[in-house]
C-alpha cells in the first residue's frame, strides 16, 4: 500500500461536547457529520461511502441523505474509527468509493437513544465466564492486568499517576476539555477508589459527544479548503475481548501488532513522530501503548510520563487534548483521538505542538481486545 | 431495573454444558486437545492451538496461582464492594476469571502468585459458580 495516497480534507467534533441532554445519540452522529461536510466543501450528494460506528452506516445514510457506494459498520469498540480509516483507505485505493464519510456519535452520559458498544451478557463466553465474577465494567476488566505489570517492573500504583497529572495540564489549555482544574500526584492517589489499583483520577470520563472526518484521494486533496492531513501508515490487530485470556498482561499482542504495521506501512521510525494520541481509557493504557508502540523499553514508560516527556514542553507530546482521562470520552473515544491528531497536523489546535508534521493515533477497541493505528502526515510522504 | 442481589449468571450453551454440569459435581472441568495436547479453556469443541476436533473433557485439580486482579469498590449485582475480580492461572496451564474468597479483600492478602484452590457454590438450582480460595 502506497504512502499517503489518501488524506483527511474534512475533519470536526460536534458543534457540542460534554453533556447534552437534548440531543439524540443519531444526531450527535448528524451534527458531527454536517460540521465536518461543512470543514471540507462537500454536501451529502458529493458523499458515496460511509462508515460508523454505533448507529448502522444505512442508518447514517438515510438520516443524512447520502447514497453510499461503500459501507463500513465494524463496531468493535473505541478503535473503531481507526479501522474504518485503514479500510477507508483502502476503498478508496481500490476504487471502490471515492469520498468516505466516518461518523461517531454517542451520547454516553446523558444515554439519549445510546446504542453504544454491546454488552457482554449471558451466553456469549465473557457472559458465562467473566461477567458472573463482576467482569462486566470497564472499571473492573480493562484493570484487571495493571498489578502484574506494576509487578513484573517493581514499579507501584502512584506509578501511573503522573499519566493523569499531565493530561490534565494539557487539558488547562483546551477550552472544551471537561475538566481543566490542575492536580497532582497526592490528588490522584487521594481521589476516591474505585478499583483497587485504580483511583477515580486513572479513570476516563463519561460525556455526550461525536467526531466525524472526511477522507478522498490524494490526487484530490489540494482541492478543498482546508490543508489535507495525509494517511501516512495505518495497523489493526485483535487479541480478543476476554481480558482473562490475553497471552500476557504486561503487554499487549493487539497493540504491538497493529503498531508494527502502521510504522512498517509507512517506513517512519517512532523518532521521526512529532506528536502521540493513545487512547486513555485508564491511566495505564498510554503506558502499554509507549512500550507496545516501540516508544519506550518494557517497563519503562512511567518514569518516561513522570520525566515529563510527554508534558507541554516535552519531546514526545501526547494526548494532547487533555485525553479521555480530562477532555471527553463518550466510551468510544477513539475518534476524539483521531481529531486531534489531524488539528495538530493542520497546526490548528488548542494546545498547539509546534512543528506537529507527524502524529500517530492508537486506540484500543474492548478492554486490549482491538487495537487500530493510524499514521497522519502533513506531507504525502516524510519530510 | 434489574434485580442486584443476584448475580448476571452465565446461560450454558451445547459447547459448554459440560463446564457447569462439572461444577455441580464439584469438578473442574477443561479440555484437552487429543492430537497437540494443548489443554485449554473456555470450552469449544475444537483445540483452539491446532484447529483439531478430537478432543476430551477432563477433571482439572482445581489447583491455581493467582495471575492479576483488581479490588473492586463498585457496587455489581450479588457482589458485595470491596470484591476482587480476579485472572489466575490453573495448574493446567489455561487462566480464567474468578472472585477470590476466605480471605481479606485487600492487596496484602492478595498478593500474586499465592496458591490457590477451587471451590464451587451453587447459585441457583442449574448454576454452580467456581471460585477460588487460598490454599490450605
Given at each position: 500500500m502506497a504512502r499517503g495516497t489518501v488524506a483527511v480534507v474534512g475533519a470536526a467534533e460536534t458543534t457540542d461536547m460534554g453533556v447534552i441532554p437534548e440531543t439524540s445519540e443519531l444526531q450527535l452522529h448528524a451534527d458531527a457529520a454536517l460540521?465536518?461536510?461543512?470543514?471540507?466543501?462537500?454536501?451529502?450528494?458529493d458523499i458515496d461511502g460511509i462508515a460508523s460506528a454505533g448507529e448502522a452506516p444505512d442508518v447514517l445514510a438515510q438520516y443524512l441523505g447520502i447514497t453510499p457506494a461503500w459501507l463500513d459498520g465494524t463496531l468493535i469498540g473505541g478503535s473503531s474509527f481507526m479501522l474504518h480509516v485503514r479500510h477507508a483507505m483502502a476503498a478508496i485505493e481500490a476504487g471502490l468509493c471515492t469520498t468516505v464519510l466516518i461518523t461517531h456519535g454517542e451520547s454516553g452520559k446523558s444515554r439519549v437513544e445510546a446504542k453504544g458498544f454491546p454488552e457482554f451478557i449471558g451466553g456469549k463466553l465473557a457472559g458465562q465466564f467473566e461477567v458472573p465474577y463482576g467482569g462486566s465494567l470497564?472499571?473492573?476488566?480493562?484493570?484487571?492486568?495493571?498489578?502484574?505489570?506494576?509487578?513484573?517492573?517493581g514499579l507501584k500504583p502512584e506509578d501511573m499517576a503522573p499519566v493523569s497529572v499531565v493530561q490534565r495540564e494539557w487539558a488547562a489549555m483546551n477550552p472544551r476539555a471537561t475538566f481543566k482544574d490542575p492536580i497532582t500526584v497526592d490528588d490522584v492517589m487521594n481521589s476516591r477508589m474505585i478499583a483497587y489499583p485504580f483511583t477515580l483520577l486513572m479513570c476516563c470520563l463519561r460525556t455526550d459527544g461525536g467526531g466525524a472526518l472526511?477522507?478522498?484521494?490524494?490526487?484530490?486533496?489540494?482541492?478543498?479548503?482546508?490543508?489535507?492531513?495525509?494517511?501516512?501508515?495505518?495497523?489493526?490487530?485483535?487479541?480478543?475481548?476476554?481480558?482473562?485470556?490475553?497471552?500476557?498482561?504486561?503487554?499487549?499482542?493487539?497493540?504491538?501488532?497493529?503498531?508494527?504495521?502502521?510504522?512498517?506501512?509507512?517506513g517512519i521510525s517512532r523518532g521521526d513522530v512529532d506528536h502521540l494520541m493513545i487512547y486513555d481509557a485508564f491511566a495505564h493504557v498510554p503506558l502499554y501503548g509507549l512500550e507496545d508502540l516501540g516508544f519506550c523499553?518494557?517497563?519503562?514508560a512511567a518514569a518516561f510520563v513522570r520525566d515529563r516527556n510527554t508534558a507541554p514542553g516535552g519531546g514526545l507530546p501526547m494526548n494532547t487534548n487533555g485525553g479521555g482521562l480530562s477532555y471527553m470520552h463518550s466510551g468510544m473515544y477513539g475518534m476524539y483521538a483521531l481529531?486531534?491528531?489531524?488539528?495538530?497536523?493542520r497546526g490548528i489546535a488548542p494546545a498547539q505542538v509546534p512543528g506537529a508534521n507527524i502524529s500517530v493515533a492508537h486506540g484500543v477497541g474492548g478492554m486490549f481486545s482491538v487495537a487500530g493505528t493510524i499514521i497522519f502526515g502533513s506531507e504525502p510522504h516524510k519530510r | 431495573m434489574a434485580d442486584q442481589t443476584q448475580r448476571l449468571l452465565p446461560r450454558p450453551t451445547p459447547e459448554t454444558r459440560h463446564f457447569w454440569e462439572g461444577a455441580q459435581a464439584g469438578e473442574l472441568r477443561l479440555q484437552r486437545c487429543g492430537d497437540c495436547g494443548t489443554a485449554y479453556f473456555p470450552p469449544r469443541?475444537?483445540?483452539?492451538?491446532?484447529?483439531?476436533?478430537?478432543?476430551?473433557v477432563f477433571a482439572a485439580s482445581g489447583k491455581a496461582t493467582l495471575y492479576s486482579y483488581v479490588i473492586s469498590h463498585i457496587p455489581a449485582p450479588g457482589l458485595e464492594p470491596?470484591?476482587?475480580v480476579a485472572v489466575v492461572t490453573l495448574e493446567e496451564g489455561p487462566r480464567m476469571m474468578t472472585n477470590v474468597i476466605g480471605c481479606e479483600q485487600t492487596p496484602e492478602a492478595l498478593t500474586l502468585d499465592m496458591p490457590l484452590e477451587a471451590v464451587f457454590e451453587a447459585q441457583t438450582d442449574e448454576i454452580t459458580l467456581p471460585f477460588f480460595r487460598p490454599a490450605v
Open positions: 460540521n465536518a461536510m461543512a470543514d471540507a466543501g462537500l454536501a451529502a450528494a470497564p472499571p473492573t476488566m480493562f484493570t484487571i492486568p495493571v498489578l502484574r505489570y506494576l509487578e513484573t517492573y472526511i477522507l478522498t484521494s490524494s490526487d484530490r486533496a489540494g482541492d478543498f479548503p482546508q490543508p489535507p492531513v495525509y494517511i501516512l501508515g495505518t495497523g489493526e490487530a485483535a487479541e480478543g475481548p476476554m481480558v482473562s485470556q490475553l497471552d500476557d498482561f504486561t503487554s499487549s499482542k493487539a497493540f504491538r501488532l497493529s503498531g508494527e504495521r502502521a510504522f512498517s506501512e509507512a523499553k518494557p517497563g519503562e481529531q486531534e491528531s489531524v488539528r495538530q497536523v | 469443541p475444537f483445540c483452539p492451538k491446532c484447529s483439531s476436533r478430537n478432543v476430551s470491596p470484591y476482587s
